[in-house]
Structures are given as structure tokens and as C-alpha cells.
């Protein structure tokens, strides 16, 4: 058995978390919020409103995923539910169907499209509800032990232990009660309580005492003179007596005039406890409650009943003795995970409760008007609103509904496996300390210790391992083997663990070494049991890992020798890899480590095969195979074409090709066993669509194209297109470089990178970035705006680009300036002066009613145009009345932009080698292999020390032994299960056996494997010692210096501190701090300083003068900024005086006004 097979066998699905949480919504979820809320009665009890969710369905979307992002609508079905009204007076009935609300749909790809953007919505993961114990320290240092109640819905309850051994429930918002009392008015007597328990002696110290003497707080506020009930010397023995202290509690802290009532208290415990609409313990708080105090209580019962406080009780004084352990809130066993399906259930939730409001209110409003319109239809006070509210709410603004993440394949599906403890219900980034944010040991397998970013979301946020699930509960799974006596089960089937589960197993990792038979042949093995590690007899141990990739996420999956790098620098390059940018030539990586198919087959950039055929017809745009199927399975509909016919007249048919494949893959399902029903089948013509050239998120390019030509035969599941970021069917983000780390004139000093001229005249890092900017009219208050070729004031040759309709052609190159959509806007008609209309008449100029308001490209922008799509005025659209015949509404043009390599980018490795390009090279004077091959990028050696990612090393000598062999390699991370040391002795292996093949000596160099001599391409001259060479992976990353460039002169203000703005996008300057005026002081450079302190800062009217000072060659005034009238005012709060004072040419002082200066 060899790892390879058991990682094939393993690999889920990576949307399965989106899909499967979303299809339980569809099919559960729905009915059962739904089922929660019948039924609704009407605020005069007259009508009763009762929902029919098991019947619900769901209407065809009006626009497929595709359209939706092209017209910029969303991809939904209306919701429908048959509702029955009665008529608690008469018992009429009457029975009809309801548009509840419009619900967002899940894509294949597993996001939602609103508003023509794709969405995701992340996985949280929160605090499971149940109850968890734990300790702090009180001002004096003294421990408090404490049970915390949580919940799905509704408030907290803590059960708190004091120093002095009495026992308080706790809640926000009310005084502390003695737990007694709590216990007592939730309907247990106290004979029931001291006589189920063995720690009668700690549970009587929480009784009221006899006697309330000298300083006792025990119950604070409550002995009180002027009411004679709290003067009661004995703890309650009743209910009713418990109900009416309880209720006396609750007022002390807000009212002066405490109302001792029963039915008061009753209430209490109704809204806080035993209300299902405001307290929901949730099935999986129920079944913990359960399975930690020994209940039997209904999984269906989700509200807190005594017992379950009193075994709480019970536990903590354990807990306080030591006897019972203190919870950890951090152990994955206490953490869930709220897919997207549950997050859809909780707005159903809130959305079912608005339209309860909502039908009480209108229902009120129908019945006080007229009665009978009720009757006639039901439709009349049930609203959509509150569903398409709640939905609008989550997706819109919910910090777990983001703008996916479309860079590259990669990006899109670590978004879309992302886990979050931030949100509601979650924690906050503020708040969150070192424990939240740390490795726990019950990680393994489940949450990946490596990919989360950097900042101050480190540890919040974090991705799904490889092979982890989530099961029907929430809580993720990881996958393990049996052992029996030693032997792997790989036949049995795999055993999902929670870290619940886990705890008792005694579990060893997945490289430990094994024989063909599965048999491990060490006795002594180092394994985990109870989060502690130790070594045991091979005999005892229960379970095997499955993987070394099991402890990792995708992303960091993908790096190869990632044994041999930091944890810092692995985070790096996992983060980095997602910041990819696609080039025009994709090309996947010589070393790979063996998931980059997987990759880009789950994510859905890649084009199938549903059935086998033969390919009739291949281009751009589709492609046509002629495909043997099952009558009963479903298909693209096409016109029925006879299969042989259409092969015979290909010049690449054969009948070798037609006996083998037809009989190997439709006649034959199991060797010797001929299928006879060939009539279930029939030869159809399906046409696959390819996606041309459409922007995403990132306005990154996505394309299919195809990779099979006219008369190939493929199979099913064969990929028939390749995407933007795949090369045959593998992931492809950057391109493979021959790299030599040496120093070079200082150009690659600190992490800058030196690069041939190859890579920018051969294209390979040139990126397509595909824009998308709109125009549309609007009204205002002197008219419509139009969109026409006739704008005033614009030169002829502005307008060459423009179509009749004022619509820039496509195909057009255009540049910054250039107009894409010619608008004009209505403006008031200029009031002329006599003098002003005369002087127009002479000219012939007539006063303007309109002024250009046109779409031009914008600053620094060269593109070409891509698309148009043009949204006519009908008999649907407001604006559209206004207008006679077809017009033109709204515009949206996208323009493609190449963008080569520069200097400025940014590139990286997958080792988290990142650096700045300082110079581009021609190919002559670059540095050349003894073979004569100029090196395409040169890197500092000092990067690899100090940043200990030595994985990068292996990977160059790896891979520049498989350029000289010809030869792919992908190596599994953690890969020391085959023998010790075998990463080196694997790369020394290639390049000795590629030395020998290629008689190319230098390859291996026995006195020091993997350095050569290399020649300075200026000089030819050998460079003084040998240098590391080899072929490296390397990325050009979404940080362009095209979008970060910028210059300003002077632009615009902030209104109140009277600054330049900051940032590019709002023409800000650049920010000059307390170590740049300490670098102008150190050089003397007084006036520089000056400047940059006034008239290029805030001096408001200092730099009104400098232009009339430069025009008229005058000495240059300076005045006073405005932060320094600012600094004087504030020490004028501070009550000191401070002035501003002039001295005249007699010494004489002048106080001055700060206006004036």
C-alpha cells in the first residue's frame, strides 16, 4: 500500500461544506423555521394564518448565473407556501398559494450572484451552545469557579461559586440571585434538591440566613424597613414564597417602591427561560445538556429546565474540589461551525418574525376597514418585504457575506473554505487575546495551523484542512484508518472522528513507515492520547492518520518541500499564492506536490466531459460531441445526429477507434461480462459552452479554452477546455525560471529581483485585467439626461470613436481622455447681460442648456474595448415612458488592459520569497549556464538564511533536473515516510541521473551537489566561487505598480484640518511624518522644510499667494498653518493663555488676531 493510493482515494470534494449546508437549508431548514412560527393569529384573535412549508416550492430563477452577472441581477427563485386563513368566528376556510420572498441560490461553484456580483458567505465558527465551567481571579487574587449557560437564542445564565461558598445565578441586566431561589421558583422544592444531592453542606450556605446582622450582604437591597415581606427571617419554603423573593430581586436595582408579586416572577422566568421564541437552547445545546448531566430529556425540548441548573450546581461544587476538570473553550469539542445554510435558517428566522409583526398589524388595519378583503384574499397582508429585507440585510451587509475573492482558482476556493470567529455571536478582533487566536492541539486534522493572515485577524481566521468535514452537527471531522494488531484496515471503511471522539483513541501520525501488507514494523511508536504525546506498543494503538496532508489547507498543500520551511515563511507563501495573478500563458509547475488538478476541477474552471464521444466540433466559443447516453439521463437539448455518419466523414475516424473504445467503454462493465441492453442507450449531440474573456471581482481575465480537437475520442470526466490559471487540467499561477542566487551590482539588495528582458518580450508575465464602467441616464431637475454623438464644446477628432448613438465602437483602442459614452445633462439657462447676448450674437455662440457629462477613460488607463451592453428604454422601464421609440438607458463597456512586467511588481515563490523587481536586463548581459543558457532571474542568497525556507533550494535543484530530463515531478509534502534525508537524496538522485543523461557534467557537481559555475553575461567572465542554480516556480502577484504609482502637484483638501487627502483614488499627497522632518533638519535643508510645513500642508492662504509670488518673480510669503492655530486654541481649553503678539519698530508689543495671521 503506498500513500499515493490511499491520497487519491481520500481527496472530498472542496465545495462539499457550501453545498451540502446549503442543500439541508432547501430541504429542512425552511420547513422546520417555518413549522417553529404556526401558527399566527391575528391581534383580535378573529383569523388564524397557518403555513404549509413541507409544500413549498421554489420558481425556475428568471435569469441563469450567467445572465445575472451580465445584466447585473441576481440569481434567485421566488418563494412560494400554501397558507391557510381561518375564521375563528364563522370557521370559514380558505386555502391559497403565497409569494413569501425572493431567495438567493447557490451556484454550482458554491457563491451567490446579487446584483450581477458574485458572493460568498464564510463559515463561522462559534461557541457550541451547552454549558462550560471555568475559573477566575477575583481583586483579591482568589479563584471564582463559574458555569456559563450558552444558547442559540436568548440571554446568558451563569452559575457563580463566591470565596464564601454560596452559589448566585447571574444575568445580564438583573441583580444576582441566590441559586436556591432560582431553583425553587422553576418549580424543584427544596426537599427535592438537598435530597438529590451529596453536597447538602455547600448547597445550605446558599440558604437565606435567620438572621441578617451587623455588615451581611448576603442579599443586598433586600432588607429593607418600610416592606414588611423582606423581613422575613427563614428561606422561603414554597413556590409561591420563592416566585414572590425572585420577584422582589429582580426590581431591587431599578425601582424604589419594590411590588412583591408571584405572577411577576412567573413572567420573569417565562421571557428569560422558558419562552420558546426568546430563549432556544438548540438541538445540539439540548443533546450536550443531556449527555453531560445523564438527562433524558426530549431533544425537541430546547428550553432550560431546573434540572438542568441543578445538575450544573452539582458539577461546579465538584469542579471547585477538584474532583471534576475545568472546561477548555478553546478544544474544537466546544466549537462549531455555522455553514451557510444554517446562517440562511437564522434571517428566515428573523424575516418570519418581521412578517408576523407585520400581518397583526395590517390584519388590525384590514379588520378596523373592511372585513371582507381579508376574506377574499390572503395575499393582501402577507408582504414580501420581510423576507427580501432580511435577505438584502445579510448578503448586503453581513461581515460573513463578502465580495469573493476571484483572483485565481485558488483564491476563489480558499474564500469559499474559509472559517471565521469573527461576526455575530462570535468575537471580536479588539478583544480576542493569544488563547483565541493560538494552536490547539485538537487543530490536528481539522483546522489548518498555517494558512490564516497576517494582522490583526492572525488566528480569527483560518481554513479547512484537506480531507476535514463537517458533520450534521457542525463539528468537523477528520478522517483516520483502524489498526488491528498493527495492520492498517484500508479496506474498512474510514473512520470520521470529531475531536470529541478523539480524545480516547490513541492515534499515530500518517508517516509512519509500513510494508506492502500494511503491517507497521516498529514496535515502539510515537503516538497522541488526550492531547498528550507518548510512546506506545503497536499493539495498543488505535488508529492511523491518513495523511501527512492531512494536517494542512489546500493552499499550503501545494507547496512542495514545505517540511523544510519556517511556519512564518509556509503562511507567506500560502497567502501569496491566492494573490496570483493569471498570465496570458499559463504554465503549471515542473513540481507540483499532486492536488493542482483537483484544484481547479472542484472550483469549475475547467470543462468536463459528462459522457464519452467523439468530438465533431471545436472552437472558441463551444464545443460539439457526439455522446452515447442513457435515455433517462438529462442534457443540453440538440438535434438527434446518427453517430457513425458523423465520424465516417472525419479524416481521424478508424474502425480500430470505433471497435475499441464503443466495446471498451458501453459494452463491457466488468471484464468478460458483455451488457446486452443496448437499447437504453442512444447516441446524442451535446454542446459544451465556453466562457470568452469575462472579468471577474478582481477585474483578473477568465477564459476557457478548448484542449481536445475535431476527431479526438475523450471519455467521461475528460477535460475538454483549459481555464485562465490551468495548463492540462493543473493548476498553472505563474511560470517555471531559471533562478541563480547571487548578488548582483546591488540590484537584488534586499529582496529585490533581477530579471531577464525574456519575460517581458515573450509575454510569459503579461496579465489581461478586464474593467467594467457604466453609464447611466438619470433625471434631473431641468430635465432627462441623453445619451447622444453631439456634445458641446468637443473637438471632431474626440468624437472618431463614437457610433451614431454617441457609443464608443468595440474593438477601438482607447486612451486616458478618450470618450467611451457621450452624455449631456440639462442645466438652467445662463441669464445673459446685454452686453454678454451682443457679444454671443457676433460670435454666433448660443447659450448652453446642456453641459457634457460624458464617460471618458480614466487617468493612466490604456485598454482596448472588449464588450458592450446596452439596456434599451421599454414599456417596463420608468425612464423609458419619456421616450419615443428605442433609446438607450444604460451603458456598460468593458475595456481589456495588457499589462507586462516592470519594474515596480511584485513577484514571490510558493516559499514565501517575495520581493520588488529593481531592473530588467537584456537577455545578453544576464548571468549564463556553462551551457550558454542566459538565466531568466536572479535572486539575493541572503534571502534563504535568515528566513529559513530552505524548500525553495530543493525545489530549483528538483526542478532543473526534470528541465534537462524532460520529467514532471509532484512530491507530497512530509514526504520522510519513504526513508530519511529523502528530499536530498531525491534531488541529488535527478540531478546526477539528468548529468549523465545530458553529458552535461556541470549539472552535479560531487565537491558541492547543486552549485555551478556561471559566466557574467557583460564580461564572460566566470564568476569567483559557485553558485546556486536551478528552475523555480516563481508568481507575479495582484500588486502592481501600475495601481499604486502616483504623483501629485496640488489637488484637493480635507475641509476641516485643511490637508492634502490621502490615498490614490481620492489624488491625496504623500504623508511627511516626524523622521522625514528629522531627515530635512539633519540636512540643513531649512526652506524645503518650510514648505513642506506651510504651503504644501495647510497655510490656506499662503498657498493662494505662491502663484501670484512665481508669476510675478516676487519673494515667496509664508503663513501660518492652520494646525498651529488648532495647537494654540487647545491650549487655550486648558485655560492658559497664549497669544500671538507683534512688536512694532519701537519695541512696543501688539496682541494679533489669529484671523489676521
Not at 418563494?79 to 409569494?99: A, C, R, S, Y
Not at 423573593?245 to 422558558?274: D, H, P, Y
Not at 468530438?615 to 442513457?630: C, E, G, L, T
Not at 529582496?751 to 518580450?761: F, G, K, P, Q
Request: aromatic share 8%; hydrophobic share 35%.
Amino acid at each position: 500500500m503506498s500513500f499515493n493510493n490511499i491520497s487519491k482515494l481520500l481527496t472530498p470534494d472542496f465545495l462539499e461544506i457550501q453545498r451540502v449546508s446549503f442543500v439541508k437549508f432547501l430541504e429542512s431548514g425552511i420547513i422546520n423555521e417555518i413549522k417553529r412560527r404556526n401558527p399566527i393569529t391575528s391581534s383580535a384573535k378573529e383569523y388564524q394564518i397557518f403555513f404549509y412549508p413541507e409544500a413549498y416550492q421554489l420558481e425556475a430563477p428568471e435569469f441563469s448565473p450567467k445572465d445575472a452577472l451580465l445584466y447585473g441581477k441576481s440569481y434567485a427563485s421566488r418563494l412560494f407556501l400554501p397558507v391557510q386563513l381561518t375564521n375563528q368566528v364563522t370557521g370559514e376556510i380558505k386555502f391559497q398559494w403565497v409569494l413569501l420572498g425572493t431567495l438567493p441560490l447557490l451556484t454550482k461553484r458554491g457563491h451567490f450572484i446579487l446584483n450581477g456580483c458574485p458572493r460568498v458567505v464564510i463559515n463561522q465558527l462559534i461557541r457550541s451552545p451547552g454549558v462550560y465551567y471555568q475559573k477566575r481571579l477575583d481583586s483579591q487574587k482568589r479563584d471564582i469557579f463559574y458555569a456559563d449557560f450558552i444558547c442559540e437564542r436568548g440571554a446568558w445564565l451563569r452559575i457563580e461559586m463566591d470565596t464564601s461558598q454560596r452559589i448566585w445565578a447571574r444575568m445580564k441586566r438583573t441583580p444576582k440571585i441566590p441559586v436556591l431561589i432560582l431553583l425553587q421558583s422553576m418549580g424543584m422544592s427544596l426537599q427535592t434538591i438537598f435530597s438529590s444531592t451529596s453536597q447538602r453542606t455547600i448547597l445550605a450556605k446558599s440558604l437565606l440566613p435567620y438572621e441578617q446582622k451587623g455588615k451581611t450582604k448576603t442579599l443586598p437591597k433586600l432588607v429593607k424597613a418600610q416592606n414588611p415581606l423582606l423581613l422575613v427571617r427563614r428561606h422561603p419554603v414554597s413556590q409561591d414564597t420563592a416566585l414572590k423573593v425572585l420577584s422582589a430581586l429582580i426590581q431591587a436595582r431599578t425601582k424604589k417602591e419594590i411590588l412583591v408579586n408571584s405572577e411577576m416572577g412567573k413572567k420573569f422566568l417565562m421571557k428569560k427561560f422558558r419562552n420558546p421564541r426568546s430563549y432556544d437552547l438548540g438541538f445540539i445545546g439540548r443533546l450536550r445538556l443531556n449527555k453531560r448531566f445523564g438527562l433524558s430529556i426530549a431533544t425537541s425540548y430546547r428550553q432550560l429546565t431546573a434540572e438542568d441548573i441543578f445538575h450544573s450546581v452539582n458539577l461546579l461544587i465538584s469542579v471547585s474540589q477538584g474532583v471534576a476538570s475545568l472546561d477548555d473553550i478553546d478544544h474544537l469539542e466546544n466549537r462549531r461551525v455555522r455553514s451557510i445554510g444554517e446562517l440562511l435558517q437564522i434571517q428566515l428566522g428573523l424575516a418570519l418574525l418581521r412578517l408576523e409583526k407585520m400581518i397583526r398589524d395590517r390584519s388590525s388595519f384590514l379588520l378596523e376597514n373592511n372585513v371582507s378583503s381579508v376574506a377574499k384574499d390572503i395575499r393582501s397582508f402577507i408582504s414580501t418585504k420581510a423576507l427580501n429585507g432580511a435577505m438584502r440585510e445579510f448578503f448586503g451587509s453581513s461581515p460573513l457575506s463578502q465580495f469573493l475573492d476571484q483572483t485565481n482558482p485558488l483564491a476563489e476556493l480558499t474564500h469559499k473554505r474559509r472559517l471565521t470567529s469573527l461576526g455575530p455571536s462570535g468575537v471580536s478582533r479588539e478583544t480576542a487575546g493569544m488563547a483565541v487566536r493560538g494552536i490547539h492541539p485538537s487543530h490536528y486534522g481539522r483546522i489548518c495551523p498555517i494558512e490564516t493572515p497576517e494582522g490583526q485577524n492572525a488566528g480569527l481566521v483560518n481554513s479547512l484542512t484537506v480531507y476535514s468535514r463537517v458533520d450534521q452537527n457542525g463539528f468537523i471531522q477528520s478522517p483516520f484508518y483502524l489498526l488491528n494488531n498493527g495492520q492498517i484496515q484500508k479496506e474498512a471503511n474510514l473512520t470520521f472522528l470529531s475531536a470529541k471522539d478523539e480524545m480516547s483513541k490513541t492515534i499515530i501520525p500518517g508517516d509512519i513507515h509500513f510494508n506492502s501488507l500494511g503491517f507497521i514494523e516498529n514496535d515502539s511508536l510515537p503516538s497522541r492520547k488526550n492531547q498528550e504525546f507518548v510512546r506506545q506498543q503497536r499493539g495498543n494503538i488505535d488508529l492511523i492518520a491518513t495523511s501527512p496532508l492531512q494536517m494542512i489547507s489546500v493552499a499550503t498543500s501545494l507547496i512542495p518541500f514545505l517540511e523544510h520551511d519556517d511556519a512564518n515563511r509556509a503562511l507567506m507563501g500560502s497567502n501569496m499564492q491566492r494573490q496570483a495573478v493569471p498570465t496570458l500563458y499559463a504554465e503549471r509547475p515542473r513540481v507540483g506536490t499532486g492536488l493542482e488538478s483537483k484544484i481547479v476541477t472542484d472550483i469549475g474552471h475547467i470543462v468536463q466531459t459528462r459522457w464519452s464521444g467523439y468530438v465533431s466540433y471545436v472552437d472558441s466559443q463551444k464545443i460539439i460531441i457526439q455522446s452515447f447516453v442513457k435515455h433517462s439521463e438529462t442534457f443540453l437539448p440538440t438535434q438527434s445526429i446518427r453517430f457513425l455518419e458523423t465520424v465516417s466523414t472525419s479524416k481521424k475516424y478508424s474502425s480500430s477507434l470505433k471497435t475499441d473504445s464503443i466495446e471498451k467503454v458501453f459494452l463491457k462493465s466488468k471484464p468478460g461480462e458483455l451488457k446486452t441492453k443496448l437499447e437504453e442507450y442512444e447516441f446524442k449531440t451535446v454542446e459544451y459552452l465556453l466562457e470568452n474573456y469575462s472579468g471577474s471581482n478582481q477585474s483578473t481575465f477568465f477564459v476557457q479554452k478548448p484542449i481536445v480537437s475535431e476527431g479526438d475520442w475523450v471519455e467521461a470526466g475528460d477535460i475538454l477546455a483549459d481555464g485562465s490559471a490551468s495548463e492540462k487540467g493543473e493548476l498553472a499561477l505563474g511560470h517555471n525560471l531559471l533562478v541563480a542566487y547571487i548578488p548582483w551590482e546591488g540590484f537584488n539588495f534586499e529582496d529585490a529581483i533581477l530579471i531577464s528582458e525574456r519575460l517581458v518580450t515573450q509575454d510569459l508575465y503579461t496579465s489581461l485585467h478586464i474593467e467594467k464602467y457604466e453609464m447611466e441616464i438619470r433625471e434631473t431637475k431641468f430635465g432627462l439626461e441623453k445619451i447622444t454623438n453631439k456634445l458641446p464644446d468637443v473637438r471632431k477628432k474626440d468624437l472618431k470613436n463614437l457610433d451614431a448613438q454617441g457609443i464608443v465602437k468595440p474593438g477601438t483602442w482607447v486612451q486616458e481622455g478618450d470618450i467611451l459614452v457621450g452624455k449631456v445633462t440639462p442645466i438652467r439657462k445662463k441669464p445673459l447681460s446685454p452686453h454678454e447676448r451682443l457679444l454671443y450674437d457676433i460670435v454666433g455662440k448660443i447659450n448652453p442648456t446642456v453641459r457634457d457629462s460624458s464617460l471618458r477613460v480614466p487617468r493612466g488607463t490604456q485598454a482596448r474595448v472588449l464588450d458592450i451592453q446596452i439596456i434599451y428604454s421599454d414599456e417596463k422601464t420608468k425612464l423609458g415612458e419619456e421616450f419615443v421609440g428605442k433609446v438607450p438607458l444604460k451603458v456598460q463597456i468593458l475595456l481589456a488592459q495588457r499589462r507586462r512586467i516592470q519594474v515596480g511588481d511584485k513577484m514571490a515563490g510558493r516559499h514565501g520569497n517575495k520581493g520588488i523587481i529593481s531592473r530588467i536586463l537584456p537577455i545578453q548581459d544576464m548571468p549564463y549556464l556553462p551551457d550558454g543558457t542566459p538565466l531568466d532571474i536572479v535572486l539575493n542568497p541572503l534571502g534563504v538564511p535568515s528566513r529559513m525556507n530552505v524548500g525553495q533550494v530543493y525545489e530549483c535543484l528538483l526542478s532543473l533536473a526534470g528541465r534537462y530530463l524532460g520529467e514532471n515531478y509532484r512530491v507530497v509534502p512530509f514526504d520522510e515516510l519513504f526513508g530519511p534525508h529523502i528530499s536530498r537524496s531525491l534531488t541529488y538522485s535527478k540531478l546526477y541521473e539528468s548529468s549523465l543523461k545530458n553529458k552535461q557534467h556541470w549539472l552535479f557537481n560531487p565537491n558541492c551537489p547543486g552549485k555551478t559555475k556561471i559566466f557574467d553575461g557583460r564580461t564572460g567572465e566566470c564568476f569567483d566561487q559557485p553558485v546556486t542554480v536551478g528552475e523555480a516556480y516563481v508568481l507575479k502577484l495582484v500588486h502592481l505598480v501600475d495601481d499604486k504609482i502616483h504623483a501629485r502637484s496640488t489637488g484637493p483638501y480635507s475641509l476641516v484640518t485643511q490637508q492634502p487627502l490621502r490615498g490614490r483614488s481620492k489624488h491625496g499627497g504623500q504623508r511627511l511624518g516626524e523622521m522625514e522632518v528629522w531627515a530635512l533638519e539633519g540636512f540643513g535643508a531649512a526652506y524645503i522644510l518650510q514648505e513642506l510645513l506651510t504651503v504644501k500642508s495647510d497655510d490656506v492662504k499662503g498657498r493662494h499667494k505662491i502663484m501670484y509670488s512665481i508669476l510675478t518673480g516676487k519673494n515667496m510669503t509664508m503663513g501660518t498653518p492652520e494646525c498651529f492655530k488648532v495647537l494654540v486654541k487647545e491650549l487655550q481649553s486648558l485655560c492658559l493663555d497664549v497669544g500671538v503678539y507683534s512688536i512694532d519698530t519701537f519695541g512696543k508689543r501688539e496682541l494679533r488676531d489669529f484671523i489676521d495671521l
